[in-house]
């Protein structure tokens, strides 16, 4: 018997503050991919540099005398702002981020909320197997005192067929607590 599909929605869908912070999550994870890049580009720059004996005039400088490149100072200067935007990104994100996890308890809520009937319905199952289940077990208990009744010993039975599960107590708690919600 093939179970009842159920559409659990998503927290983006039952929260429209989740949802615009988790798209300003992802535009700022796109910039920051961009930030890293170049700085990557940056740095590659100004190794190159060093490695070639490149200019070491300042921009201004440069473009008076017709340089075309321009200068390790105003890549160092340009690397020190892409960090800076960098930790920026960061900052933000872990903002970001914790806003989302504030907020989820209540969306979370709302998306239960949308489910109720289902999850009320999949415990009132589990709660009727359970019940069940007891019953069974107090046939079965039954069944062995009247096996020792006629002296037949069964302690080696008892302890092969009984669930602990259903002789710790757990069992009945769960269906006090839950047999009504169906």
Do not use: W
């Not at 400088?61 to 690397?79: F, I, N, P, S, Y």
């Amino acid at each position: 018997m093939a179970k009842p599909t159920i559409t659990i929605p998503s927290l983006v869908e039952v929260d429209s503050e989740i949802k615009d912070l988790v798209n300003r999550e992802a535009s700022l994870n796109n910039r920051l991919s961009e930030i890293r890049r170049e700085i990557t580009d940056v740095e590659t720059a100004i190794a190159d540099e060093r490695t070639t004996a490149g200019p070491r005039l300042r921009s201004a400088v440069a473009q008076l005398t017709g340089d075309a490149d321009a200068a390790a100072v105003d890549r160092r200067k340009e690397l020190q702002t892409l960090r800076h935007a960098e930790s920026d990104h960061l900052e933000a994100l872990a903002v970001i981020q914790r806003r989302v996890h504030e907020r989820r308890g209540t969306a979370s809520r709302a998306v239960i909320a949308a489910v109720q009937s289902e999850i009320d319905k999949r415990v009132g199952a589990v709660a009727a197997a359970t019940n069940a289940a007891l019953s069974a077990q107090i046939d079965l208990e039954a069944f062995i005192r009247d096996l020792e009744a006629e002296s037949v010993e069964s302690d080696a039975l008892r302890s092969g067929v009984t669930p602990f599960f259903l002789t710790s107590g757990a069992a009945e708690r769960y269906v006090a607590e839950h047999g009504n919600a169906v």
